[in-house]
């Protein structure tokens, strides 16, 4: 038998018959399509139980209840809580993405200890007893030196049972040093301290009962102050209700109001002033109040027999025209504004609460008071509304000597001294300190950070950056790894949110004093603990009267002690509110006179005249040389970016327009008119230049700013936390540069002066 | 291209030479080798590569169960609340009875000790399981068109112990999506097979249409 | 005693010069080869389209090549069944052009699908409504009846005739390619017109959609005109180039001029619908829309402005047609092939129009801006890549296949 | 468009967005991520490579300062109806019946796993409501922890877009079931996630055909239109606006035309 090429020919064919008749080619062609439908990378989610839990939101200080859905132990959607007081169902961004946090990869998953260079982000981990064995050490040494004084702690608030361990542990350790970051609650509190006489109040606006109201350039749609609070009251407004957004910038709160009166930037003083003018000409103001619970409205006589103006004397000067004149509005528009605010069902004027810009002008806010104060708006529905915080039930510090002696020292920012004897924190003094002293004797030599970020927050950041970096030792309780925790030398991670208890009273300008609990959720993912417990941990290691401050074996028992009878209803339903109604008028105000002095008379001024006393217009000379800077730059907010001591989780960076961010450039705000003097194109890279620092970015013609205004979104420009945020954009913090009140020492610059070039 | 060399030879020859080559039975042949020997690779060979038995964690005694449960199959797989099915159950269903060895058999120890005193769910092979794009509901079937467990998943109530589980090493899915019979022909051998299709038929033949895609997916 | 390889009586360069010849063409299709396996392992991130650009280069290059491989198509039309004899001549050479065009669209198609490896749905799990479809059935089937009418070429080389099982396979394939031919002249019919479809049917797009006849869309008709027009000038043109390049008389002059004299007419009257459908499209399609003509054509980066349709009815539409259809034209080759490529470029233009500034226009008002893209450098060698395969192709089939029966009696 | 399952009942779902109220904060669409799983990337700045099944879009009215106005537009999938009720622009292209009209809700589907990536649709779609999945999907860290059971994560080369959360229709016919009424699907029980996680109250959902839902009667009502309506696509997404110029801006008008709302006024 024979075989050639053709025998082999004839195998290969019937093989290749043999085989399309078999099931290999198509059950091999569909089994790889479906196995490019079921990627092995692809994750397939896990299947299970559906359960709902209610908790709070802590990413910022709006504290709006949530409900989080969680399967089997994976927590799978953050919603807004309809039944919660704060919130009501509606929630912000930044709400919806802390699930990012959660699980994201910014988490710092134990304690750590730095082993390079500060900013390097060099940890290596470390256990829990050896961290605290260390803190407790480092803090023990120092207070043993005679230095317990040094000691100072940064929280982003000093609300709730937090920020009061801090507080006592500082107190029994011997420190006075307790530092609230800055923020609008400065002026709001000082200014209700000064017209209605107690201290420490939360100045809180009833939005949802409100029917006018005025906003002297709060972001109150662009997520500044409680944005759930605020949205929740927007999205029950109907056509009777009105709102009138005062900024140089068409926000979205400004494009959704129904009225955008673009004032000259820094006038807002001048125009509520010149509002009170035409309510007092006409006639407008509430006789109640004004005659039987205010004080200083009319000319006055004090015991001495010194004749002084009153409020109405001052606004005498404000006339509509004069007005107009300031703040670039017409006239007209401004009498009608007065006018119709008066007339309206519960009016209300609000200010402060726009997160981005902290400057906290406290004759702007004591005016944008008297406005409420005026049409009787306090403590009433639909205004604004003054309430304490929740007190605590918790048996007296103990103190030793050196206790006593260090929190009699003065403090390390100046607040409260003779100084600056009426505000309570001013942290933006302390890099100034820092920087001033020299090396052997340093006014900070241990720091603890608690829920803030003072090194991306703070401006003229530079500065802050390198007084941050003297301080020999400092402790960090971030759950992220951000910018400050990166300057840490020991990070003791707190749990996130959705893992730990914590108590979240007085949000950030909500009218009720509502307390809310966040409850663990889920069990912690890593290494973290509870900063209540590592305070109380690092107190029971330093002994003594310390130990003796704080018997309690862990937070959860302090928490139930602090809040005693309430906290089964916190713990049932999530949250508290503390009172029905505000104070009445009668009992509201604790000064010698029982009366809202529209005259404050308590206020500490630096000149001696009425003027200095009573809320004059002050022009607020921003930094910047006006004839090289011919533009002024001002921060703005987007409810996209989260501009506080927390970053954008991705999702928020995926929301930002492409007219904000591209790539790793950030676009500033420019009116098409003063980009043509400019020459200067949509999308063309310039540099701004201020007296703090220059940026490049790129330029987005925008109709709605002023012209001569530029503006540059807050939050972004991010070195730490992940590749998600890091790197994007500039921090417009570092362009910024404060203005110190001389009276309060709070930061008066609401923008800075600029200038703008093609690069 | 301009240089050109001369094509030497003449036209071809139209008769194939004449040498003597292998007979048209012979190359039948080598015809009929190939054809049987992937035929039998195709329809033998293939599924035994294709598929890989993979081992139940351990052996499971449905029948046995059935005796001391007062509800069936849903005294274990039941529905939930919100209507969802609960599919095989957990640890926490399991301590109830399982808390401590009782010492029925070698699985009943092997269980509690390598899963319940160790808190480790059992990772069960789940022999319906689907791929993640389809969205199946039990509720419309048991309670809207009243159908039996047996229906779809057979008597796996009655047994005694677990099936041979196949794995498809393509696809990660069990062979009884696809059905065991590779040319899908004929009745299934254990219960129906589980391919878009098979479910396709069934709706069209109960609803009259095969439902809308996201009917079915997700 | 050995059978020589070449095709009876023609001279062919030697070896080492024909290699030579091809490395260049070789050169192109490795880089191309590797941007294909980058782009089926990553993915379409290899590329510079995005969600507005779904469709891109790659479309245009499929459009674009099948309509001019429609040569094949229409040059079996005239000569099998309308009986031309004498564009018999030329037949083989617009098969294998054909076949080169063809394929590549094929080869861009399975390139330009997200998951390759699913691509056999669009057979299997159909929807008889998407002109994709229709596009992916014809064109895989004319694909099977060019190759079937490709065989018979390749079995007439000396080498393989000298087997007779070949032999005769060859001869009967010849006696039935006038069935096969018909065949493909039905899906050809059919799948150009779907490509036209593919735009043509797009109501979501005022730019590219057009009323028509029943499910068909004008375009449907008008892409299938000017194939049939444009292709077998595509054959001639080719022709004449590698007339140029081997410096030898492939066909005779009068093939040429038969086909230019066929095209002409085709071009005349499709450049004359085309005009219609224009205007109708601008005065009542676009407007009922809101849309006006210049909409389409102004306020957007330079290169979609009016003088793009003046180029395509114009310059490369009427002017070849005119050209074409006057004996002097068609008597002096450099008009002739002149008004030969205009009618390609005007081709060109009609597809690259009809997919991307379909899709660069934009629709909401307040997406003022016009989409802008331009390929990456995957998409551009693997555009170029049909060149590169089809110089090889052709030249292989040149050198070892009787491609032109005339060549023999050309150059004696 | 299949047929309608002989025990269905037929719905209409639709939207009406009410642009005078939405504020542009985009928790429509940050909600959407979490609640479909959708992907992200380290830049997504480039919004023609970053999936989103709602957008939300800037308009301005163009005038210059103070006079300028600005207005967001959330954008979903239109989830349109097209010709006669079932043939949406992008249905009736895609070669592999990927996509298709669900009859029973009016919503239009998307498979991802029968989608092979040719993006015929998303060049049929005027609205771009079709998103390719240019990269394979990552969820860095641990995040694949929050991947919701109700929607199957994508895979690249794969086109996704908004299906109206077509699973939580899915759950409320699932708990109808259970509850043994299964038509009973009322509009409480049915919202999509957007919907719910609108802070401002700016976004309504339900049967556009039911007078008894809230989408019902404010479709009808006078300033309602719907984006690019004069293409034929008959979109189930209402938007209200009072201002002229925003309809304006939302469809195509000759120089000589008005929006229907206007077309009979001053305004």
Request: overall charge negative.
């Given at each position: 038998m024979k075989i050639d090429r053709r025998c082999f020919l004839s195998l290969a064919g019937g093989l290749v018959a043999g085989h399309l008749l078999s099931p290999v080619p198509w059950k091999v062609t569909d089994d790889l399509s479906i196995w490019t439908q079921n990627w092995p990378w692809t994750p397939v989610p896990e299947t299970g139980p559906v359960t709902w839990k209610n908790t709070t939101c802590t990413m910022c200080p709006g504290g709006c209840g949530i409900k989080v859905r969680i399967i089997k132990d994976r927590v799978i959607k953050i919603e807004g809580r309809e039944d919660h007081p704060v919130n009501r169902g509606s929630l912000c961004p930044l709400g919806y993405a802390s699930i990012q946090y959660l699980y994201g990869p910014s988490r710092v998953?134990?304690?750590?200890?730095?082993?390079?260079?500060?900013?390097?982000?060099?940890?290596?981990?470390?256990?829990?007893?050896?961290?605290?064995?260390?803190?407790?050490?480092?803090?023990?040494?120092?207070?043993?030196?005679?230095?317990?004084?040094?000691?100072?702690?940064?929280?982003?608030?000093?609300?709730?049972?937090?920020?009061?361990?801090?507080?006592?542990?500082?107190?029994?350790?011997?420190?006075?040093?307790?530092?609230?970051?800055?923020?609008?609650?400065?002026?709001?509190?000082?200014?209700?301290?000064?017209?209605?006489?107690?201290?420490?109040?939360?100045?809180?606006?009833?939005?949802?009962?409100?029917?006018?109201?005025?906003?002297?350039?709060?972001?109150?749609?662009?997520?500044?102050?409680?944005?759930?609070?605020?949205?929740?009251?927007?999205?029950?407004?109907?056509?009777?209700?009105?709102?009138?957004?005062?900024?140089?910038?068409?926000?979205?709160?400004?494009?959704?109001?129904?009225?955008?009166?673009?004032?000259?930037?820094?006038?807002?003083?001048?125009?509520?002033?010149?509002?009170?003018?035409?309510?007092?000409?006409?006639?407008?103001?509430?006789?109640?109040?004004?005659?039987?619970?205010?004080?200083?409205?009319?000319?006055?006589?004090?015991?001495?027999?010194?004749?002084?103006?009153?409020?109405?004397?001052?606004?005498?000067?404000?006339?509509?025209?004069?007005?107009?004149?300031?703040?670039?509005?017409?006239?007209?528009?401004?009498?009608?504004?007065?006018?119709d605010f008066a007339r309206a069902q519960h009016p209300v004027a609000v200010c402060g609460y726009n997160e981005c810009t902290v400057s906290s002008d406290i004759d702007k806010t004591l005016a944008v008071h008297a406005l409420n104060a005026l049409v009787g708006n306090i403590n009433q529905p639909g205004g604004m509304i003054v309430f304490s915080d929740p007190e605590y039930n918790l048996p007296e510090v103990e103190k030793d000597q050196i206790a006593s002696d260090g929190t009699a020292k003065p403090r390390a920012d100046r607040a409260g001294t003779a100084e600056y004897p009426q505000t309570r924190y001013l942290l933006n003094m302390l890099p100034e300190t820092i920087m001033g002293a020299n090396g052997n004797d340093l006014p900070i030599e241990a720091l603890l950070v608690t829920d803030a970020n003072p090194v991306y927050t703070m401006e003229d950041n530079e500065t802050a950056q390198e007084a941050f970096a003297r301080i020999p030792f400092i402790v960090n309780f971030s759950s992220f790894m951000d910018e400050t925790a990166q300057f840490a030398d020991i990070i003791l991670p707190d749990h996130h949110f959705l893992e730990g208890f914590r108590d979240v009273p007085a949000p950030d300008g909500v009218g009720k004093p509502v307390t809310s609990l966040s409850a663990p959720v889920v069990k912690p993912l890593y290494n973290t603990r509870n900063t209540g417990d590592v305070i109380i941990s690092i107190a029971k290691s330093l002994g003594g009267t310390i130990d003796a401050s704080f018997p309690w074996n862990n937070y959860e028992a302090f928490l139930k002690q602090a809040y005693n009878d309430q906290y089964t209803d916190l713990s049932r339903s999530g949250?508290?509110?503390?009172?029905?109604?505000?104070?009445?008028?009668?009992?509201?105000?604790?000064?010698?006179?029982?009366?809202?002095?529209?005259?404050?008379?308590?206020?500490?001024?630096?000149?001696?005249?009425?003027?200095?006393?009573?809320?004059?217009?002050?022009?607020?000379?921003?930094?910047?040389?006006?004839?090289?800077?011919?533009?002024?730059?001002?921060?703005?907010?987007?409810?996209?970016?989260?501009?506080?001591?927390?970053a954008n989780p991705p999702f928020m960076t995926k929301t930002i327009d492409a007219d904000m961010l591209k790539h790793e450039r950030l676009f500033i705000q420019v009116n098409p008119e003063t980009a043509g003097k400019l020459n200067l194109k949509q999308g063309d890279a310039a540099v701004v230049k201020t007296p703090s620092g220059e940026a490049t970015v790129l330029v987005d013609l925008f109709e709605g700013i002023m012209p001569g205004i530029i503006a540059m979104p807050a939050g972004l420009g991010h070195t730490a936390y992940s590749k998600f945020i890091a790197g994007k954009g500039v921090n417009v913090n570092a362009l910024l540069k404060p203005v110190f009140d001389p009276t309060f020492g709070l930061n008066k610059a609401w923008g800075i002066r600029a200038s703008l070039q093609k690069a | 291209m301009s240089t050109q060399t001369e094509n030497t030879s003449n036209a071809p020859s139209n008769e194939p030479s004449p040498k003597k080559?292998?007979?048209?039975?012979?190359?039948?042949?080598?015809?009929?080798?190939?054809?049987?020997?992937?035929?039998?690779?195709?329809?033998?060979?293939?599924?035994?590569?294709?598929?890989?038995?993979?081992?139940?964690?351990?052996?499971?005694?449905?029948?046995?169960?059935?005796?001391?449960?007062?509800?069936?199959?849903?005294?274990?797989?039941?529905?939930?609340?919100?209507?969802?099915?609960?599919?095989?159950?957990?640890?926490?269903?399991?301590?109830?009875?399982?808390?401590?060895?009782?010492?029925?058999?070698?699985?009943?120890?092997k269980f509690v000790e390598e899963y319940v005193l160790q808190d480790k769910e059992v990772p069960w092979n789940i022999f319906s399981k689907q791929p993640d794009c389809v969205y199946f509901s039990h509720a419309p079937h048991v309670n809207g068109a009243e159908m039996d467990c047996a229906a779809c998943h057979g008597d796996i109530g009655d047994s005694e112990s677990l099936r041979s589980y196949q794995e498809n090493r393509l696809t990660g899915y069990s062979r009884d999506i696809w059905g065991w019979n590779m040319s899908r022909l004929g009745e299934p051998e254990h219960a129906p097979r589980m391919k878009m299709m098979d479910c396709v038929n069934c709706h069209v033949e109960e609803t009259d249409s095969q439902g809308s895609c996201f009917q079915c997916h997700k | 005693m050995t059978t020589p390889a070449f095709p009876e009586g023609v001279k062919r360069c030697g070896n080492g010069q024909f290699i030579l010849w091809l490395l260049p063409a070789f050169l192109v299709l490795l880089i191309a080869v590797y941007a294909m396996f980058r782009v089926w392992f990553y993915g379409l991130n290899q590329t510079n389209m995005n969600d507005a650009y779904g469709f891109a280069i790659w479309i245009w290059a499929d459009l674009a090549v099948i309509a001019l491989g429609g040569g094949a198509f229409f040059s079996g039309f005239l000569a099998y069944i309308i009986g031309v004899k004498n564009v018999k001549n030329i037949i083989n050479f617009a098969v294998v052009l054909g076949v080169v065009c063809y394929t590549s669209a094929l080869l861009i198609l399975g390139l330009d699908v997200g998951q390759p490896l699913r691509g056999w749905f669009i057979f299997w799990h159909a929807n008889i409504h998407s002109m994709l479809t229709e596009v992916a059935f014809c064109l895989t089937i004319y694909l099977g009846v060019l190759i079937v009418e490709f065989i018979p070429v390749i079995l007439e080389n000396p080498k393989i005739q000298k087997n007779r099982f070949f032999h005769h396979m060859a001869h009967n394939m010849h006696e039935i390619m006038a069935v096969f031919a018909a065949t493909g002249v039905f899906l050809s019919f059919f799948h150009q017109g779907s490509l036209g479809g593919v735009p043509g049917v797009l109501y979501g797009r005022p730019f590219a959609f057009r009323e028509g006849l029943f499910i068909w869309p004008w375009t449907f008709f008008l892409f299938t005109w000017s194939a049939a027009a444009v292709g077998p000038l595509f054959t001639a043109t080719m022709c004449r180039l590698a007339e140029f390049i081997t410096g030898k008389r492939l066909v005779k002059d009068d093939v040429y001029r038969l086909l230019a004299k066929i095209s002409g007419w085709m071009l005349l009257t499709y450049i004359i619908a085309k005009s219609i459908d224009t205007i109708y499209w601008a005065t009542v399609t676009a407007p009922a829309r809101g849309f006006t003509l210049m909409d389409f054509y102004s306020n957007n980066p330079a290169y979609y402005g009016i003088w793009i349709l003046i180029a395509e009815i114009l310059i490369c539409g009427f002017l070849p047609a005119l050209i074409l259809i006057t004996q002097k034209g068609r008597e002096n080759k450099k008009l002739l092939f002149g008004a030969a490529i205009l009618a390609i470029i005007g081709l060109c233009i009609n597809r690259w129009v009809m997919v991307l500034q379909v899709l660069a226009a934009p629709l909401k008002p307040f997406q003022e801006e016009w989409f802008v893209y331009s390929p990456a450098w995957t998409e551009v060698i693997t555009t170029i890549l049909p060149v590169a395969y089809g110089i090889i192709l052709i030249s292989l089939a040149y050198r070892f296949l009787p491609l032109f029966p005339q060549e023999r009696e050309l150059n004696p | 468009m299949q047929k309608i399952p002989s025990h269905t009942k037929a719905r209409h779902y639709g939207m009406v967005i009410d642009l005078?109220?939405?504020?542009?904060?985009?928790?429509?669409?940050?909600?959407?991520?979490?609640?479909?799983?959708?992907?992200?990337?380290?830049?997504?700045?480039?919004?023609?490579?970053?999936?989103?099944?709602?957008?939300?879009?800037?308009?301005?009215?163009?005038?210059?300062?103070?006079?300028?106005?600005?207005?967001?537009?959330?954008?979903?999938?239109?989830?349109?109806?097209?010709?006669?009720?079932?043939?949406?622009?992008?249905?009736?292209?895609?070669?592999?019946?990927?996509?298709?009209?669900?009859?029973?809700?009016?919503?239009?589907?998307?498979?991802?796993?029968?989608?092979?990536?040719?993006?015929?649709?998303?060049?049929?779609?005027?609205?771009?409501?079709?998103?390719?999945?240019?990269?394979?999907?990552?969820?860095?860290?641990?995040?694949?922890?929050?991947?919701?059971?109700d929607v199957s994560p994508r895979m690249r080369g794969v086109i996704e877009k908004c299906t109206f959360c077509y699973h939580r229709f899915q759950q409320a016919r699932q708990k109808a079931y259970a509850e043994g009424n299964p038509e009973d699907i009322g509009e409480d029980d049915y919202q999509t996630a957007c919907t719910q996680a609108c802070p401002s109250g700016a976004i309504t959902f339900g049967d556009l055909d039911d007078p008894a839902h809230e989408v019902y009667k404010l479709k009808n009502n006078r300033y309602a239109f719907r984006l690019l309506e004069r293409l034929g696509t008959n979109p189930s997404v209402y938007y209200l606006s009072t201002r002229k110029w925003v309809h304006r801006a939302c469809d195509n008008y000759l120089e000589n035309e008005e929006p229907a709302a206007f077309a009979n006024k001053q305004a």
């Open positions: 998953k134990s304690p750590m200890k730095r082993i390079g260079e500060r900013g390097s982000g060099n940890y290596e981990p470390i256990t829990w007893e050896e961290a605290i064995t260390e803190v407790s050490g480092k803090l023990g040494d120092l207070r043993k030196s005679g230095k317990s004084h040094t000691v100072a702690c940064i929280s982003g608030s000093d609300k709730g049972t937090i920020p009061h361990l801090f507080k006592r542990f500082l107190e029994a350790y011997g420190s006075p040093n307790f530092i609230r970051t800055p923020s609008a609650k400065d002026a709001h509190e000082t200014a209700a301290y000064l017209a209605q006489g107690k201290k420490a109040q939360n100045v809180g606006f009833d939005l949802e009962n409100a029917g006018y109201i005025v906003s002297f350039g709060c972001g109150l749609l662009d997520g500044c102050g409680s944005p759930g609070y605020q949205f929740s009251s927007y999205s029950r407004f109907d056509k009777d209700h009105t709102l009138v957004q005062v900024e140089p910038r068409l926000s979205n709160t400004a494009a959704k109001a129904k009225k955008w009166m673009p004032a000259k930037p820094g006038t807002d003083g001048a125009l509520a002033l010149g509002m009170a003018h035409v309510i007092i000409k006409k006639g407008l103001y509430n006789r109640n109040f004004i005659e039987n619970h205010s004080f200083g409205f009319e000319d006055w006589t004090d015991d001495d027999g010194n004749i002084h103006m009153g409020f109405k004397g001052l606004v005498k000067g404000y006339t509509p025209s004069m007005v107009s004149e300031i703040t670039g509005l017409a006239a007209g528009q401004i009498e009608s504004l007065a006018t949250y508290v509110v503390s009172a029905d109604k505000p104070a009445p008028w009668e009992s509201a105000f604790a000064n010698e006179r029982g009366k809202y002095e529209f005259y404050p008379t308590m206020r500490h001024t630096a000149g001696n005249d009425d003027k200095s006393k009573l809320p004059d217009f002050r022009q607020v000379d921003i930094p910047g040389d006006k004839t090289n800077d011919a533009l002024v730059l001002i921060p703005y907010k987007s409810p996209r970016i989260a501009s506080g001591a927390i | 080559g292998a007979t048209g039975w012979v190359i039948f042949a080598f015809f009929v080798i190939g054809f049987g020997f992937s035929l039998l690779g195709g329809w033998v060979g293939f599924p035994k590569m294709l598929y890989t038995e993979v081992p139940h964690p351990i052996d499971f005694n449905h029948a046995l169960h059935m005796n001391l449960v007062y509800d069936g199959c849903n005294s274990c797989h039941y529905f939930r609340e919100d209507g969802s099915f609960s599919g095989s159950p957990t640890l926490n269903e399991c301590r109830d009875c399982h808390g401590f060895v009782m010492g029925i058999n070698e699985n009943e120890e | - | 005078d109220k939405c504020t542009g904060c985009a928790t429509c669409m940050v909600a959407c991520y979490s609640e479909n799983n959708v992907s992200f990337r380290d830049d997504e700045s480039v919004k023609l490579l970053s999936i989103n099944w709602i957008q939300v879009y800037k308009l301005t009215n163009g005038k210059p300062f103070p006079d300028t106005e600005v207005c967001y537009l959330p954008q979903p999938c239109m989830q349109c109806d097209g010709k006669d009720f079932g043939h949406p622009p992008c249905v009736s292209v895609c070669p592999a019946v990927a996509t298709d009209f669900d009859s029973p809700t009016g919503i239009v589907s998307q498979i991802t796993t029968r989608c092979f990536g040719c993006r015929y649709c998303m060049a049929a779609c005027p609205y771009h409501s079709r998103k390719f999945n240019w990269w394979d999907p990552v969820w860095p860290a641990d995040m694949q922890n929050y991947l919701s059971p």
